[in-house]
């Protein structure tokens, strides 16, 4: 059994000795398949999909993956913002963390609590607003954090259509009309994780947040910045998910980027290679 059956878990299984001949976990992604059966190990999912490989006999079938509509038990935008920030190195403090998010000190107690109950912080004996509580498990809380940060994050969003050669130096352009303009923005995706700790060879499409809450005001506010919305354009515009990837974005190289944590969620929605790219920048950030 291997929990939830992303790549980092079917890694380390890779490395375990014995090896097992069959792994299974709730839901494996797509990464993690193939490397499963790169490696010859077979694996079976709770969504009913499998591939064992016995001798010269193949067993395979396809499963039934699970609505992105069902919200993540316990989770709110509010508690996956506190997530985010401790992510980041905040101290678990209400305190701190309310001063890092944005939130209320009644809604980041109920977060961090949250986070508490759910077995991802734990909580000393001592109370209070300046008390802080302690991070039990990194990647478990990032894995957490990631799967509820994808199914809560904006359904809205809008594609434009760009001519861009070197898309960096295009989003920088892109990014100073909004500056101009007063428009907050922030990169995510493969654009994104290139600038924090590169993996991918070649960049083509960009995924940027900007403070909008609907459609209407996306469309503004790429008009402002002179693009248009295109089907199948290579920038998609999303309003940001939470006030913490708004308030801890940063800046590199010209381009605002938005906190680690979320840039590691929305890559792993990006197919095998933008999986694999999100377990480097984890590796990466874990380094440092």
Request: proline share 6%; aromatic share 4%.
């Amino acid at each position: 059994w291997i929990g939830r059956g992303g790549l980092r878990e079917v890694r380390d299984v890779l490395r375990s000795r014995p090896r097992p001949d069959v792994i299974v976990g709730s839901e494996i992604s797509a990464a993690a398949r193939a490397a499963a059966s790169e490696a010859d190990l077979g694996w079976v999912d709770e969504t009913g999909a499998a591939e064992i490989v016995v001798g010269n006999i193949v067993v395979s079938r396809s499963g039934e993956r699970r609505r992105d509509s069902i919200r993540p038990k316990h989770w709110t935008p509010s508690v996956v913002g506190v997530a985010e920030a401790v992510l980041c190195g905040v101290t678990p403090t209400v305190s701190a963390t309310a001063e890092a998010t944005g939130h209320s000190m009644s809604s980041t107690a109920h977060a961090l609590s949250t986070l508490t109950e759910l077995g991802l912080l734990e909580a000393p004996a001592s109370r209070g607003r300046n008390s802080g509580r302690r991070v039990i498990d990194a990647d478990r809380l990032l894995d957490e954090y990631a799967d509820a940060a994808t199914r809560l994050r904006p359904k809205a969003e809008l594609r434009c259509g760009v001519l861009w050669r070197e898309p960096f130096a295009a989003l920088e352009k892109i990014g100073d009309r909004w500056d101009r303009a007063g428009v907050p923005w922030a990169a995510t995706g493969a654009m994104a994780a290139s600038l924090l700790a590169p993996y991918m060879t070649e960049v083509t499409n960009g995924e940027v947040y900007v403070d909008a809450t609907s459609g209407p005001e996306l469309l503004t506010i790429a008009r402002l910045a002179d693009i248009e919305p295109m089907g199948g354009g290579r920038l998609v515009v999303r309003p940001f998910p939470t006030a913490t990837s708004e308030r801890l974005a940063t800046e590199t190289e010209g381009i605002r980027i938005v906190p680690w944590p979320r840039v590691f969620a929305d890559m792993r929605q990006v197919g095998v290679r933008g999986e694999e790219a999100a377990e480097h920048l984890r590796e990466v950030v874990r380094g440092r």
